[in-house]
């Protein structure tokens, strides 16, 4: 009994010693000098920019600085990057860095903790300059939620006049930019001020860490509120010279819901003021030289589309059958070719690989959920895939017609992403050039076998109608 009690004392002690030491580890302590926070509130995509002028105050170098979010924020949080300032022969340039989210659960009011990795630790006494982008989406809510065709749209918007952060923030401001000049409310923390289409919170000073005074804004914005709540996307790979991509679209319309009936002639003769928030036209960005461009939905073809083709980049402008308003939604399919010699490489190790992009083509559209399926050849071996966030992946095995062994096919998978996810990825596979000749093979010897049984039967029919 004794001894447990012991054991059990020691355990304890060596835990408090633990923690102790943790707590008197020296951290780095950094301070943030200047801090500027910018959000862009012009679509449906939020956009915050933030700089952060950030000084080692400590004795020891610091290897990461930490960035803090409300724990509402991280559901919506789509895509964050950073990068430093760095100054070469009075040129401004910047170099990315790593961030990543980490577990430290000691952040008051359950703040999600972020930590950028520094190439080079900032020593004591020195100053750095970062640059944050962080993009969320699904955080602009409709109010009201629904509205007639004649309303135009309102929302919501929550967020801190103070950057939260786990560090003593010296002096900071906040500026938030509207799509138009009409806002209905905003909460001050003084000092405020509004200027047509931005408002500026601060300057503040001396705000100690996880300092958060919530705000409030309630304006007009009228962007296309345009969601891809599913999309799946086939990319199949033909070594005979094309990649055939096809993709369905499950798009909504995320904004205030619609209200009343729909009437097409108040829609059509005053565009200005009716369904201002509802948007029929849409734009995919496609590879240059790209071909048999097809745009259907379940009831067939539509051609109430336009392609226009460029060295760059190609333009696909197309409209469902009707306009989207809030809560609508339109399904549909587009397809197209594009040359393989531009997409299919050969890497040094002799494998091939797929390079494409990621992402959804459509303009200024999120998307909830993205399926990418890369077909590869029949024969293809040890799949790769390599792309530059974090995805779902797994293979799965596709069928198709003069198939034997079936064909590979390479899955990925992301939820919440906007369009700086379309960025390059790469697909490595292995292959055998004898899987090639399969399908000829096949052909030619159905054809051989049909000749040999033609000749066959017209020998035989020749042969009878002379013994007559
Ligand atoms: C739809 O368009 C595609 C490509 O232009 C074509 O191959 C197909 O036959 C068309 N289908 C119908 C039903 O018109
Ligand atoms: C993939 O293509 C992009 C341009 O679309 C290019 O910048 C990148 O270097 C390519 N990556 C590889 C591994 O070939």
Redesign the pocket.
Known sequence: MEFLLKARLALIFSIIAHVSLLAFASPPELQIVNAEKRIDLNSQIVKVFLTLKVENTGTSPASDILLAFPPTEIDHLSLIKAAIATRKKKKKSYLPLDVKQTEKLDAPNGAKIFSISLLDPLSPGATATFEVLYISTHTLKPFPEEISQSESQLVYYHDSAYVLSPYHIKQQSTFIKTPSTKVESFTKVEPTNRVSKEIRYGPYEDRPPYSFSPILLHFENNHPFAVVEELVREVEISHWGSIQITEHYKLAHAGARHKGVFSRVEYQSKPSISGVSSFRHLLARLPPKVH???Y?DEI??ISSSHLRTGILKSELEFEPRYPLFGGWKATFVI?YGLPLQDFLFESPDGRRYLNFTFGCPLAETVVDKLTLKVVLPEGSTGPSAVVPFQVEQHLEKKYSYLDVVGRTVVVLEKKNLVPEHNSAFQVYYSFNPIFMLAEPLMLVSAFFFFFVACIAYLHIDLSISKMQ
Do not use: A, I, M, P
């Open positions: 048999s461009v097809y259907r067939g073809n397809g």
